[in-house]
């Protein structure tokens, strides 16, 4: 398996979209570092306007690598799925459309080892593209504004939570994160196995997540009861609870999160899309007639 998942990573990283996609990130990241570092105070202001009769602490305290990390993904993990949709979506329907995906099944190997393997490549990449996101977001964004405490907002409260108590949020958040991703890889894969082009499948998958995000987002009772739980979209946001912390008469306790089972809850759910899509696509390409 180990020499067939090598090859896959070698289509994948000869790709120059494959380069283009951390091009693209690192370009985003540098332009929020850019515009905090020489106007951060400002929309330190702006974000904890909401909080000013209750709450009051120094721009320069809130400011720090940790609330500029914080700040990049709540900016960037809406949009990095669609980056995880260019090489997903292309990994089987890429091989019908360059007529080399019924040699692929012609080799002694099963069909559902073949998507495995593709599959897994798909993961590593999606997984070195979140590592990428970690080290500018948080290592980069450290070095330039240094560290502090942690200031969450949460509408009209604020959580406050110590240096030492933010790293391992950070590291349980990123691997959240890639749950979610994977999941929106295996959605992008399994709509590979229908298509003989890669069109199809990434703007399929770029659709579904943007519908599934803008009702994820909108403030309305009959989609918050009735729609909403069932998005993935839904719960790729509960990396947001590792910085939901409790707190004792208004000191925050560390090493708390304020209500883990609904992280847990979603980290499953998030699971379950992703077999479900997986093995979707596997039991119809199984099944596919394979003409080219």
Known sequence: MWPLLQIELYKIFKRPRTFIAFAVIAL??????????????????????????????????VLNGYFVCYN????????????VALIAGDMI????????LRLLVAKPISRTRLLFVKFTA????????????????????????GTNEL?????QEVNIISSHDILWRYAAAFAFATVGLITVAALSFMLS???????????????????FTIL???QIPFYDNSIKPY???????????????????????????????????????????AAFFLFTGIWYFNRKNILS
């Open 231 to 273: 998005l993935f979209t839904t719960h790729m946001l509960g990396w947001k609870g590792f910085f939901y912390v409790k707190g004792n008469e208004g000191v925050t306790i560390d090493g708390s999160i304020e209500n883990i089972r609904a992280v847990i809850k979603s980290g499953l759910i998030l699971a379950g899309y």
């Open 28 to 61: 985003i990241i540098f332009l929020i570092q850019l515009a905090l570092k020489f106007g951060g105070e400002e929309y330190v202001g702006l974000v904890m306007s909401g909080l000013s009769s209750t709450f009051e602490a120094p721009p320069g305290q």
């Open 216 to 218: 994820t987002q909108m």
């Open 151 to 155: 200031f969450v907002p949460r509408g």
């Open 93 to 100: 329907s890429g091989e019908a459309n360059m007529g080399t």
């Open 122 to 145: 798909a993961s590593i990449y999606t997984i070195l593209l979140l590592i990428w996101v970690a080290i500018l977001s948080l290592l980069l964004s450290i070095v330039l504004f």
């Open 193 to 211: 196995t229908f298509a003989d082009n890669s069109i199809g499948p990434i703007v399929a998958t770029v659709c579904v997540i943007i519908v």
């Open 72 to 83: 990049i993904l709540n900016l960037l993990l809406i949009h990095v799925p669609i980056l």
